[in-house]
């Protein structure tokens, strides 16, 4: 499944939507995209959710750091990439994590 959790305000994740299906697309990929409204403090802690968007693959963040993370709230993330900062996770990231799904998927 490919999640996108955000919460209204955010403007990262309108912008973020048509880039990744884009993305997906050239990937090959044509799974749907569910989108997910975090709309408390308390279902930011439970869900994990660290900022919005917040990309996952099968319940994996796109984030290689998003497992050592607990900064969760109501909040814009922000993703280091090699050219500083940047509101949305690099396509690199998200290429890779649909590279080990597929791995995992030919392998099960």
Excluded at 11 to 29: I, S, T, Y
Excluded at 47 to 67: E, H, K, M, N
Aim: with cysteine.
């Amino acid at each position: 499944m490919i999640e996108v959790l955000h919460f209204d305000g955010c403007p990262n994740h309108e912008g973020f939507m048509p880039h990744l299906r884009a993305l997906l697309d050239g990937a090959g990929v044509d799974d749907p995209i569910h989108e997910r409204a975090v709309e408390t403090g308390a279902d930011a802690q439970t869900l994990a959710f660290l900022g919005s968007p917040t990309l996952r693959i099968d319940g994996v963040d796109v984030d290689p750091t998003a497992a050592q993370r607990t900064d969760y709230g109501l909040q814009c993330r922000l993703y280091p990439t090699e050219d500083g900062l940047r509101g949305t996770p690099p396509d690199k990231w998200i290429l890779a994590a649909l590279q080990r799904r597929a791995s995992g998927l030919a392998a099960g």
